[in-house]
């Protein structure tokens, strides 16, 4: 039967592709202005509209694996860990090839998901590369003992190349071969930059030139500001667009660095306020569409992408999911099939059209560890302070202003003593330091 674990991408025989997850990198870059000029420099060498990056942004499958009969010791190190979790009510954590496991005291599982005794997460903010394993014998799809989860942000900082490796290894670790898995849901997303949301999206749809044989549709916003479309009902196939610079302000400093450098080919210190528009087309595929669409195996979906994006981005079945015109359609004739493709759209066509194995599994470059530093962080959030200042017209000018406007709005803002422990409890939690007193 062919499986995962056969595939050569992401076998785990072969070491990771990056350093440890949790590990630093001791590399240096060249100075923030020459690097920024040369990224710029080689972007402006380009055509207008910036190379689109195409990428796997999300993972999820259910498998059945088949374990040795009796269990190797691996096993009772993790069930000790795992009862260790329980008792102290905080994870455990465990150093494997490439990654640190945080050990969780509960299992995983219940209601339509197979309950699995093993709830394994790592990567960043601790949680992004999940496995769930059972030592049960299994031989049916719905009472299956395995099952694997790669996050969007691990997907950016570390690949899906890189995540599956890891995960085989601690499944290989404790005796188990991987002989069925399948889909549950993979994001495909395009990242366009130079791209406004308003002009190249929101517009045209809000004038009606459209066509698309889905029945949902719906713009979302935040606050008074539209940020995206979101395309289906997400049981079985959605599209969103979406501002994803605006986004980018609620990720995290790796994430953001990642972003900019893979994808937009700017210096990762660049400020989001000095960045080029940006807009995101991401696909969620859910495990009924691919199985009726005939894919019923986790590698049937890998080696089919190209054929997947092409279906789901242009609608070469005859019936177009969704694609913006450059034009009005004549959908009450019922000659919209006629229509032609904005200029964008054809950027959003060309770009899944081009999906191969490389840019679904392309190797990811850690992320410069000297770069992260809490000066920097604390630049990044005394500048956030200030634009919502400025959006209030509060007469701002000094350190001690600044903070009198914050607390003083705090209410207005949304901010609680209850949600900034909260907060504070996450993110100790996310860096493996015990809860605070």
């Known amino acids: ?30 100075p923030p202005t020459v ?49 260790l979790a329980r008792e102290k009510r905080e994870p455990q954590r465990s150093p494997e090839l490439g990654a640190t496991w945080n050990v969780q005291g509960m299992g995983a599982g219940g209601g339509r998901d197979s309950h699995c005794e093993l709830r394994l997460e790592t990567g960043p903010g601790g949680d992004s590369i999940v496995l769930h394993l059972d030592p049960r014998a299994s031989s049916d ?35 188990g071969v991987v002989v069925d898995e399948w889909v549950k849901r993979v994001d495909l997303c395009g990242d366009f930059y130079g791209r406004d949301m308003g002009r190249d999206v929101l517009e045209p749809f809000e004038a009606g030139r459209f066509v698309s044989s889905a029945k949902k549709r719906a713009r ?32 995290s400093l790796d994430y953001r660095f990642c972003v900019l450098r893979d994808r937009y080919h700017e210096h990762p210190e660049t400020p989001l306020e000095h960045l080029e528009p940006a807009v ?39 019936r177009t999911f969704f694609m913006l015109t450059d034009g009005m359609p004549d959908k009450g004739n019922g000659h919209q099939s006629r229509a032609e493709p904005s200029d964008f759209w054809r950027r959003v066509l060309t770009t899944f059209d081009g999906w191969d194995e490389r840019t679904a599994f392309a190797p990811v470059k850690p992320v410069d560890r000297s770069l992260i530093r809490p000066e920097k962080a604390a630049r990044t959030m005394a500048s956030y302070a200030a634009g919502i200042a400025v959006d209030c017209g509060a007469p701002v000018s000094t350190v001690p202003e600044l903070l009198s406007f914050l607390s003083a709005n ?20 996310k860096r493996g330091l015990p809860a605070a007193a």
Not at 13 to 29: F, V, W
Not at 37 to 51: C, F, G, K, S
Not at 227 to 251: A, F, N, Q, W
Not at 286 to 302: E, F, Q, S
């Open 35 to 83: 690097e920024t000029q040369r990224m710029r420099d080689a972007r402006r060498r380009l055509d207008h509209d910036p190379i689109p990056h195409r990428a796997i942004d999300w993972w999820e499958t259910g498998g059945i694996v088949r374990w040795p009969d009796p269990l190797p010791a691996r096993w009772d190190h993790y069930r000790r860990l795992r009862a």
């Open 220 to 251: 979302f916003s935040e606050g008074d500001a539209p940020t995206g479309l979101k395309i289906g009902s997400g049981e079985r196939l959605m599209l969103t667009i979406y501002d994803k610079r605006h986004e980018l302000t609620r990720k």
């Open 280 to 318: 995101r087309a991401e696909y969620r595929l859910m495990g009924a569409w691919l199985t009726d669409h005939g894919y019923r195996t986790a590698l049937g979906v890998l080696d089919n992408l190209p054929n997947i994006a092409r279906k789901i981005s242009g609608g070469d079945d005859g």
């Open 410 to 429: 705090a209410a207005r803002l949304g901010l609680k003593d209850a949600g900034v422990r909260e907060l504070v409890a996450r993110h100790r939690k």
């Open 141 to 175: 799809r719905t009472l299956y003992n395995m099952r694997r989860r790669v996050t969007g942000d691990a997907c950016v900082i570390h690949g899906v190349r890189f995540a599956l490796s890891i995960q085989n290894h601690l499944i290989e670790a404790l005796g």
């Open 1 to 30: 039967m062919t499986t995962v674990n056969d595939d050569r991408r992401s076998s785990s025989g072969d070491p990771p592709p990056c350093p440890s997850i949790t590990g630093p990198s001791n590399r240096q870059t060249q």
